[in-house]
């Protein structure tokens, strides 16, 4: 069998997980949901459920996956052979949500390179709002299958990048990664500094930061926020087995695991401040839609016409944000690819590389379905599908794998091997385990 590659560096490490969990669901995920439910309310739930469920899963990955030196797959079988099944659960999981995201960040490609056409289009919305539409030609109904070239070209940039990003493991991700997790975070600077200095984007802020108390009682703000804390660091979808398994003996998995969680906070929080001082600023509050898709391609554009009366700086603006959305997908992207083919080569003993291929390949395949006139009404179906209920239900069936046949004390100090500075106290480790089996299992059952 072949050498197992290794992270060159902790940084590196740390940069290529960061650089998973960053991706479109900061940018448009976590905004929208904060709009559905009351701004700060959604922050101040998110940021426990965080605290309470996201962190000690994300340690609990990877210390598996480094303890068994093994992909998702293998790793959930060295816990007890039953709990296969959950592994394979996640990697079916990933493969699905790749064969969309890809069509997602080929369409964040199409409009990054139409982004001259907002030059034109000062103050017009319906031309801003339309101009996806026009592109993809995708109807929102279920019934077309037209696809249209250029959308085709952009859909082969996107799986040749992720490809090449990926194609030998470790080694070519430590090298991208360096790039990729530091130029959307400029982006969204140079964006912050546009919005919070423009009339009316206090109002937006405000929305984002105030609780509203009222909404706290809505169980839908719950579902909503364990799904988005497991959604956004990539925990559930056989990423982190992946990225664990290539960690280091000597690595400290406590201390590196919250930089990880806390850097994802942050540019959540980053990228709300964004799009709630733009729609602040252009007086569109009230358009922000639970739905990134909406935001990102119709809501947006219609922002980035109405930023100045100059089209050329619009045009530039527009430029920057579908910009900081390629950087922000392509590092998530590679790694959801990297996460199916290290399950499926260590269970099978193939070759890394051949696996990659041919995940490109079928996936590349299944995509085209996604950029069909019929698409967008199919993406929201999958996407509604594997995100929400099925993150959560592989979230309940870790918990109980390790918690009831697996020893917590054995995961924990797996975690806390190497700890110096923070170690993970133990009432807090299991208290979460526990609190995330019962959490998942209520919300499983209420069938949302
Ligand atoms: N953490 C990623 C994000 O927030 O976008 C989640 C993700 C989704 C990773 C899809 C990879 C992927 F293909």
Redesign the pocket.
Known sequence: MEKRGMWSSRLTFILAAIG????????W?FPGLAAKHGGGTFLVVYLLAMLLMGIPLLMMEIAIARKFRRGAIESMRGIGKKWEPVGWAATSN?FV??CY??VVFAWVILMFINSWQFANMTGDNEAASGLFLQLTQTTGAIEGTNIPGIVLVCLLISWGLIFYCIRNGASSVGKVVKFTVFAPVVLLLIMAVKGCTMPGAMEGIKMLFVPDISAFSDPSLWVDAIGQVF????IM?A?MFAYGSYVGNDADIAADAMIIAFS?MAVSVLSGIVMFSTMGGTGMLGEITASGISTAFFVYPTAIVNLTGNGVVNAIFGAIFYLMLIT??ID??F???EGISAAIADKFHLKPKTVTIAVCAICGIISLVFITEAGLAWLDIVDNWTNQINLILIGVLECIAIGWTFSLRKVLGEVNKNAKRFKMPYWWFASSINLSRRCCSLVCSSGT
């Open positions: 998973s969990a960053v991706g479109l669901g900061n940018a995920r990933a949500i790749v995201y890809a959604y956004s660091l990539s979808m990423i994802d922000l997908a998530s992207a790694s959801i690819v």
